[in-house]
C-alpha cells in the first residue's frame, strides 16, 4: 500500500511538473519568460530574482525566468537537438559547445547597444583570457578553442564556471596500508605516488566511485591507460600528451580503455554524478572522482550541512587531467532572444560572479577586481606564508594589484581546488568533441556499463 501512495504522489507530482509551467508560461507573453537551462545547483541564491530586477532597469519590462536543471551534456543536447525546446539560455561544457557551434545549434551573441535599449554596459569582456579561445592570458597559453568558427573567436558563448577533475581521497583511510602498489606512510603521499591509478587499486574494492558519465570517467581512464604505468598499458612515445591522451579516439586506444574501465568496474561501489560528495562524506567510500568545484563544498559546507565531519583532500595527479569549463549559450530554438543576451551579460558581472562563485564552489570564469576582493577576504592569510599562489595566470596584467594570495596551511588545498596553480594547469587538457566517433564511444560506454 505504501509504495502505491508513493507512485501516486509521484505522478501526481510529475503531472504537477508538466502542466503547471505550461499554466504559468501560457499567462505570460513570450518575450516576457526567459527560459533558462542549467546544471543542478548551480547558481546562486537570489540571482535569478537580481536578473529579473536588472532586466526592468535595462528594458523597462518586466520578466519571469523560468529555471529548469539538468545533469549530463549529452541529456540537455538531446533536448535541443532532437526535441527542438525553446530554451532561450543553456550551460553546456566547453566540448559541448564546439559540437553545438559544428552543428549549427546555437546563435552567436549580440552587440548589446543594438538590442534596441541605448547604451549598455558590457561584462562580457571580464572573462578570464585563460579561458576566452584564442586569446593567450598575457604570456600563458590554454588550448581553449572550442568556441571558433572561421578565424573568429567567442561568437557564440561566455564562460560562466571552470575547473579541474581529480581524486577526493579521505585522509582517515587505512587501506594504503595494505596497497597494491607498496608501502606508503599517509594517505596524501599513497595518493600522489599513484595518480589514478589509486582508482584501480584493488586495495579498496567497493571504496571508490566513478562518474556516471561517458566523457569524464573515460577521460581518466583514458589518461590512466595510456599514461599511468601502473596500467601496465602506457605507452613508450614520449609525444603522448595529456590532450591526446583525453581525446583519443582511435580503435586501438579505445579499446585498451574500454578493457581498463571494465576491469575496474568490478571494485567499484558504483557510478555517481552528484550523491559522491554526500557518500564519501558519510564513510561509505574513500576515493571517488570529483569535479573540483564539488570537491570544495564537501571539503566545507556540505560538512556542516550533513553534521558529519570527514578529513578530506582533493588531489589533480601528476600525469594529467581535465580543465573544463561551462559556457552560457542561447540555442538555436531560443524565442526570447534579447532577454538572453541581457541574461548571459548580467552574469559576467563580477558582484554577480562573486556570488555564484560563493554559492557553488567552482571557480568563476570572470576574473575582475571582485573576484579578488573576494579572495582576499576570504582565502588571505593576515601574514605572508609558504602557501601562496600566484594568480597572474587567471587575472593577467589589466588590475593593479599583486595577483600573489597567501593562504594558511588548513585552508590551502581547498583553495588550490578553487584555483588551481599555474603548475597544475599546465598538466592539464580540454575535451574535444568526438565527432564522427561519437556513436563508437557510446557504444563503448554501453559495453562499459553493461
Given at each position: 500500500?505504501?509504495?502505491?501512495?508513493?507512485?501516486?504522489?509521484?505522478?501526481?507530482?510529475?503531472?504537477?511538473?508538466?502542466?503547471?509551467?505550461?499554466?504559468?508560461?501560457?499567462?505570460?507573453?513570450?518575450?516576457?519568460?526567459?527560459?533558462?537551462?542549467?546544471?543542478?545547483?548551480?547558481?546562486?541564491?537570489?540571482?535569478?530574482?537580481?536578473?529579473?530586477?536588472?532586466?526592468?532597469?535595462?528594458?523597462?519590462?518586466?520578466?519571469?525566468?523560468?529555471?529548469?536543471?539538468?545533469?549530463?551534456?549529452?541529456?540537455?543536447?538531446?533536448?535541443i537537438k532532437t526535441t527542438k525546446a525553446d530554451y532561450d539560455v543553456i550551460c553546456p561544457s566547453d566540448?559541448?559547445?564546439?559540437?553545438?557551434?559544428?552543428?549549427?545549434?546555437?546563435?552567436?551573441?549580440?552587440?548589446?547597444?543594438?538590442?534596441?535599449?541605448?547604451?549598455?554596459?558590457?561584462?562580457?569582456?571580464?572573462?578570464?583570457?585563460?579561458?576566452?579561445?584564442?586569446?593567450?592570458?598575457?604570456?600563458?597559453?590554454?588550448?581553449?578553442?572550442?568556441?571558433?568558427?572561421?578565424?573568429?573567436?567567442?561568437?557564440?558563448?561566455?564562460?560562466?564556471?571552470?575547473?579541474?577533475?581529480?581524486?577526493?581521497?579521505?585522509?582517515?583511510?587505512?587501506?594504503?596500508?595494505?596497497?597494491?602498489?607498496?608501502?606508503?606512510?599517509?594517505?596524501?603521499?599513497?595518493?600522489?605516488?599513484?595518480?589514478?591509478?589509486?582508482?584501480?587499486?584493488?586495495?579498496?574494492?567497493?571504496?571508490?566511485?566513478?562518474?556516471?558519465?561517458?566523457?569524464?570517467?573515460?577521460?581518466?581512464?583514458?589518461?590512466?591507460?595510456?599514461?599511468?604505468?601502473?596500467?601496465?598499458?602506457?605507452?613508450?612515445?614520449?609525444?603522448?600528451?595529456?590532450?591526446?591522451?583525453?581525446?583519443?579516439?582511435?580503435?586501438?586506444?579505445?579499446?585498451?580503455?574500454?578493457?581498463?574501465?571494465?576491469?575496474?568496474?568490478?571494485?567499484?561501489?558504483?557510478?555517481?554524478?552528484?550523491?559522491?560528495?554526500?557518500?564519501?562524506?558519510?564513510?561509505?567510500?574513500?576515493?571517488?572522482?570529483?569535479?573540483?568545484?564539488?570537491?570544495?563544498?564537501?571539503?566545507?559546507?556540505?560538512?556542516?550541512?550533513?553534521?558529519?565531519?570527514?578529513?578530506?583532500?582533493?588531489?589533480?595527479?601528476?600525469?594529467?587531467?581535465?580543465?573544463?569549463?561551462?559556457?552560457?549559450?542561447?540555442?538555436?530554438?531560443?524565442?526570447?532572444?534579447?532577454?538572453?543576451?541581457?541574461?548571459?551579460?548580467?552574469?559576467?558581472?563580477?558582484?554577480?560572479?562573486?556570488?555564484?562563485?560563493?554559492?557553488?564552489?567552482?571557480?568563476?570564469?570572470?576574473?575582475?577586481?571582485?573576484?579578488?576582493?573576494?579572495?582576499?577576504?576570504?582565502?588571505?592569510?593576515?601574514?605572508?606564508?609558504?602557501?601562496?599562489?600566484?594568480?597572474?595566470?587567471?587575472?593577467?596584467?589589466?588590475?593593479?594589484?599583486?595577483?600573489?594570495?597567501?593562504?594558511?596551511?588548513?585552508?590551502?588545498?581547498?583553495?588550490?581546488?578553487?584555483?588551481?596553480?599555474?603548475?597544475?594547469?599546465?598538466?592539464?587538457?580540454?575535451?574535444?568533441?568526438?565527432?564522427?566517433?561519437?556513436?563508437?564511444?557510446?557504444?563503448?560506454?554501453?559495453?562499459?556499463?553493461?
Amino acid at each position: 500500500m505504501k509504495k502505491r501512495i508513493t507512485v501516486i504522489l509521484i505522478l501526481i507530482a510529475l503531472i504537477s511538473a508538466i502542466v503547471f509551467p505550461l499554466v504559468l508560461s501560457g499567462c505570460q507573453p513570450r518575450d516576457e519568460v526567459l527560459k533558462v537551462y542549467n546544471w543542478s545547483e548551480y547558481i546562486g541564491e537570489d540571482v535569478i530574482e537580481q536578473f529579473e530586477e536588472y532586466y526592468y532597469e535595462i528594458t523597462g519590462k518586466k520578466i519571469t525566468v523560468k529555471y529548469d536543471l539538468f545533469d549530463e551534456n549529452e541529456l540537455m543536447y538531446s533536448q535541443i537537438k532532437t526535441t527542438k525546446a525553446d530554451y532561450d539560455v543553456i550551460c553546456p561544457s566547453d566540448y559541448m559547445v564546439e559540437k553545438m557551434i559544428k552543428e549549427n545549434l546555437l546563435l552567436k551573441l549580440a552587440n548589446l547597444d543594438e538590442l534596441g535599449y541605448g547604451e549598455i554596459e558590457d561584462y562580457r569582456d571580464n572573462v578570464s583570457s585563460l579561458v576566452m579561445s584564442g586569446k593567450s592570458s598575457d604570456g600563458y597559453y590554454f588550448d581553449y578553442d572550442y568556441d571558433a568558427e572561421s578565424g573568429e573567436y567567442n561568437l557564440y558563448s561566455r564562460t560562466y564556471m571552470m575547473g579541474t577533475l581529480g581524486i577526493l581521497y579521505a585522509n582517515d583511510s587505512t587501506a594504503y596500508k595494505n596497497s597494491t602498489y607498496g608501502t606508503y606512510s599517509s594517505m596524501s603521499e599513497y595518493v600522489e605516488a599513484n595518480g589514478w591509478a589509486v582508482l584501480w587499486d584493488k586495495a579498496y574494492d567497493q571504496k571508490i566511485m566513478m562518474k556516471n558519465s561517458v566523457r569524464d570517467t573515460y577521460a581518466i581512464g583514458a589518461i590512466y591507460t595510456l599514461l599511468n604505468e601502473r596500467s601496465g598499458e602506457k605507452l613508450s612515445d614520449d609525444t603522448i600528451t595529456p590532450s591526446i591522451a583525453l581525446n583519443a579516439t582511435d580503435s586501438k586506444s579505445v579499446a585498451k580503455i574500454e578493457k581498463q574501465l571494465i576491469a575496474q568496474k568490478a571494485i567499484l561501489s558504483g557510478y555517481e554524478n552528484d550523491e559522491g560528495k554526500e557518500i564519501i562524506i558519510q564513510g561509505d567510500i574513500d576515493l571517488t572522482l570529483q569535479w573540483a568545484g564539488d570537491a570544495v563544498y564537501a571539503m566545507g559546507d556540505l560538512q556542516e550541512e550533513l553534521s558529519r565531519e570527514r578529513d578530506l583532500s582533493y588531489f589533480v595527479p601528476y600525469e594529467g587531467s581535465n580543465l573544463f569549463s561551462d559556457a552560457w549559450c542561447i540555442p538555436k530554438y531560443s524565442r526570447n532572444i534579447t532577454a538572453a543576451n541581457l541574461w548571459i551579460n548580467f552574469m559576467c558581472r563580477g558582484d554577480i560572479a562573486v556570488q555564484n562563485m560563493d554559492y557553488i564552489g567552482y571557480t568563476s570564469g570572470v576574473a575582475s577586481q571582485e573576484i579578488y576582493d573576494y579572495l582576499i577576504e576570504n582565502w588571505a592569510s593576515e601574514e605572508e606564508t609558504d602557501y601562496c599562489i600566484d594568480l597572474a595566470y587567471f587575472f593577467g596584467d589589466s588590475y593593479d594589484f599583486d595577483t600573489v594570495i597567501y593562504v594558511e596551511e588548513e585552508d590551502y588545498n581547498a583553495f588550490e581546488a578553487q584555483f588551481p596553480t599555474l603548475e597544475i594547469i599546465n598538466r592539464c587538457a580540454v575535451m574535444k568533441d568526438y565527432g564522427e566517433q561519437t556513436r563508437a564511444m557510446n557504444r563503448m560506454w554501453r559495453n562499459v556499463k553493461a
